[in-house]
């Protein structure tokens, strides 16, 4: 698939899955990795461009199990950032849909 | 490949990267392959799904190197982010190379001309010796050294705004991925 399609997926997938509660670098991995094939490598200067953007803020937790986690939040400008692509992501599934289909 | 071959291939590949983010980076592939070992997986396997390091510092340097043409944009730093960016295979090569590759040379070209006019009353003193025939071209000497001026002074606000323009292209070919989905 084009490099540049999936980085941007990737993106939203990433906004998604940390809007809808907090997550940490390896949960963000195994969750996407469940449903699409990606680099996880790729994952870490991402959330990184983000943090780095003020998209998110990221805060360390202790765990019983396993190391620190560096667990990501949305911030107010990352909602924002996130219900565009998300519109942007459905109107051009819709759009894919209507010329694959010939509805 | 093992957690700490890993490791240490990653911080070998940057080097460009300042001491503090390097390490912070590093300490969350450190804590990817414990999260991954907390999980039952093996180094290898954490590893292999991780992706090669190479890549996976490319990717990084390559942010780098946008973040840095953007901060101080001057022709060394976008060449460098052009190039990140080609090797990533992320930047469109036709697009951007050419371009900038052509703006180069024709720059460079013309930057020549202008030299060589400013250069016009030495080169004809070599072709002349210090003779009368080069005293009557004096007129024709200033014409061309008065040229060569002006061809520079116009070089040198174009390549301005020509790393302008270059940066602008790249941008949006950095940016792309967000762009489209913006």
């Known amino acids: 698939m084009n490099v540049q399609f999936k980085k941007g997926v990737l993106e939203l997938c990433v906004l998604s899955l940390i809007a809808r509660q907090d997550r940490y670098g390896y949960e963000l991995v195994e969750e996407i990795s469940k449903s699409i094939e990606i680099a996880e490598g790729t994952i870490y200067p991402l959330l990184r461009r983000l943090t780095k953007e003020g998209l998110c803020t990221a805060y360390l937790a202790e765990s019983m199990e396993g190391p620190p986690r ?14 565009r692509l998300l519109r942007e992501w459905e109107q051009f599934v819709r759009g894919v849909q209507h010329v694959v289909k010939g509805e | ?57 490319r990717e990084i340097l390559y942010q780098l190197s946008v ?13 460098q982010a052009v190039f990140a960016g080609v090797g990533l295979g992320l930047v469109n090569v036709l697009v951007l190379l050419v371009p900038f590759a052509g703006g180069l040379l024709l720059l460079a070209g ?36 008065g040229a060569g001026l002006i061809l520079w002074v116009a070089l040198v606000k174009g390549s301005a705004l020509f790393v302008k323009w270059m940066l602008a292209i790249l941008q949006s070919n950095v940016e792309s991925a967000k762009e489209k989905w913006k």
């Open chain 1, 70 to 83: 560096k667990y990501y939040r949305l911030t107010a400008a990352g909602h924002e950032v996130h219900q």
């Open chain 2, 1 to 57: 490949m093992t957690k700490a071959e890993y490791l240490a291939e990653l911080k070998k590949r940057l080097g460009a990267l300042g001491a503090e983010e390097r390490a912070e980076l590093l300490a969350d592939y450190d804590a990817h392959f414990e999260h991954g070992r907390a999980n039952g997986r093996t180094e290898a396997e954490v590893a292999q799904r991780l992706g090669p390091p190479q890549l996976v510092a």
């Open chain 2, 67 to 79: 973040d840095e043409a953007r901060a101080n944009p001057d022709l060394r730093r976008i060449a």
């Open chain 2, 110 to 145: 013309l930057f020549a001309l202008a030299a060589f006019l400013l250069a016009s009353p030495v080169l004809l003193l070599i072709q002349d010796g210090w003779t009368a025939e080069w005293l009557l071209k004096l007129p024709l000497m200033a014409g061309l050294v």
